[in-house]
């Protein structure tokens, strides 16, 4: 993933990134932490499974929000994912 498409992404549906990690040796699995108000988030891209998925960790927890079959999906449609998946959280 590109960082800065995704940082552009995240900004634009309100959220700011605490911090990003691209694994390129591990096929191509990223993640990201980001914020809103107080709230904590984890998006992951397991590209070895296929998966994208969308996390909220509070009190030590990550819970699962959504999560798609990524392995179909080029960057532009994953990142219209995530903007589409951060749009939709209750604030």
Excluded at 73 to 91: M, R, T, Y
């Amino acid at each position: 993933m590109e960082q800065a498409p995704l940082y552009s992404t995240i900004k634009g549906a309100g959220y700011s990134v605490l911090m990003f990690e691209d694994h390129p040796q591990f096929f191509g699995n990223w993640r990201a932490m980001v914020k809103r108000g107080s709230r904590v988030y984890e998006i992951v891209s397991d590209s070895r499974e296929g998966w994208l998925s969308l996390w909220l960790h509070e009190s030590g927890k990550g819970t699962k929000l959504f999560e798609t079959e990524s392995s179909k999906l080029g960057q532009e449609q994953e990142l219209a994912q995530i903007s589409a998946w951060l749009l939709e959280v209750p604030q």
